[in-house]
């Protein structure tokens, strides 16, 4: 089992924060496992499975109909002069 942070998952379907909160609150997501005090997750294998399951109820866009979806992530971010990283 492998937990993937939420800015991973953000990149995996390519929608907001705002729709994934809305998602895992109306229960159409897999809510995240709280890894430790400050910290939150999703199972790997549930995030793919949710994914295949969609896959096969939707049908697919055209490639030009696709859009690239660039979701900051914290481990992207360069580190302040202090030496730590930007939260977000």
Do not use: H
Request: positive net charge; contains cysteine; proline residues 9%.
């Amino acid at each position: 089992m492998r937990f993937i942070r939420p800015c991973e998952v953000l990149r995996m379907i390519g929608v907001s924060r705002t729709t994934l909160w809305r998602m895992v609150r109306d229960g159409v997501f897999p809510p995240p496992i709280r890894i430790t005090k400050r910290n939150t997750g999703y199972i790997l294998d549930d995030v793919e499975g949710w994914i295949r399951q969609r896959a096969g109820r939707v049908p697919p866009l055209a490639a030009a109909d696709a859009v690239a979806v660039a979701v900051p992530c914290a481990v992207d971010r360069a580190p302040l002069r202090n030496g730590t990283r930007a939260r977000g």
